[in-house]
């Protein structure tokens, strides 16, 4: 994963809406990306317009922060057990 400027949500959310859309409903993971992406959906529903086409700086930090903690706990599951 790229470093990502926190004050550009959009990109970010695509970034971690591609990984958890790509696990499949028989992954350990599954439950996993869903939260994911309930989090990524409300985040683009507070998501407005700017005048550079970037996200306004909505509660960034703690998007990216919950997003990155499930990411974790995604990538460290297997065969539905944590390591």
Do not use: C
């Amino acid at each position: 994963m790229t470093d990502f400027d926190p004050g550009i949500l959009r990109p970010w959310l695509d970034e971690h809406e591609g990984y958890a859309a790509s696990i499949k409903r028989t992954d350990p993971r599954f439950e996993i990306a869903k939260e994911m992406l309930g989090i990524i959906a409300v985040a683009r529903e507070s998501l407005r317009p700017s005048a550079d086409s970037t996200a306004n700086y909505i509660q960034n930090k703690e998007i990216i922060q919950q997003l990155a903690i499930l990411r974790d706990k995604a990538e460290h599951t297997v065969k539905g057990k944590q390591k």
